[in-house]
């Protein structure tokens, strides 16, 4: 049955959810392109005598969680992010999909980051995750992740932070798609924040 293009993302939404339970395999998808995109906000130098969270003891959620693939994101919370979890943000955004097109992905565009890998993203990575083997692994290519809908990709279906002082429990759960066959990879992670820097405590591999 051939699928008209304005029903195709909830097709494939719903073949994904289905393949996770074990039902079906997800068809390919086109991400929409962005008509116009924010100029790059630049990234600060953090301040290396600050140790503290100020948003501490509270759940921030980023990308909700909804009947598709990828979820919701909450621009309003991405906006009120103060500068270290906007680079944990950052970071998440330049290791797993967010509709992506080869250029833009939808959560490091509501960052208001520019393109996916430009230097305001990667600026911003590199200033709080200066030894961080995923930071420097996905700065090294440029943060690139491949378009939603290719034969390989990956989409954020749900992702949130939760600040307990200068701890940073990340909770996600990312759809990889590949060739037909899909799983999955979830939190949470957790992230420690002192002297102007995150260091990682536990991350799932």
């Known amino acids: 049955m051939e699928i008209r293009p304005k029903s195709l993302r909830i097709a494939i939404s719903a073949a994904l959810f289905a393949t996770a339970c074990g039902h079906g395999s997800p068809a390919k998808r086109t ?21 503290k969270l100020s948003s501490s003891n509270q759940t921030i959620v980023l990308i909700q969680a909804s009947q598709e693939i990828p979820g919701i994101i ?28 080869g250029e833009n992905c939808a959560l490091t565009t509501a960052l208001k980051l520019g393109k996916q890998g430009s230097t ?13 083997t995923v930071a420097k692994l996905a700065l090294a290519q440029d943060c690139y992740l491949r378009p939603s809908g290719a034969s390989s990709f990956t989409d954020y279906a749900a992702l949130s932070f939760g600040i307990q002082q200068d701890t940073v429990t990340v909770d ?12 999955w990879k979830q939190g949470p992670d957790k992230y ?14």
């Open 74 to 101: 909450k621009s309003a919370a991405l906006d009120s992010l103060e500068e270290p979890l906007r680079a944990l943000a950052a970071l998440y955004a330049a290791t797993g999909g967010s509709d992506c097109d």
């Open 120 to 132: 305001a993203h990667k600026a911003l990575i590199q200033n709080y995750f200066p030894t961080d």
């Open 172 to 183: 996600y759960k990312l759809l990889h798609f590949n060739q037909g066959k899909t799983s």
């Open 31 to 51: 991400a929409s392109t962005a008509t116009a995109l924010p100029s790059e906000s630049p990234a600060p130098e953090p301040d290396s005598s600050r140790n």
């Open 192 to 205: 420690i924040f002192h002297a102007g820097t995150f260091s990682r405590l536990n991350r799932t591999d």
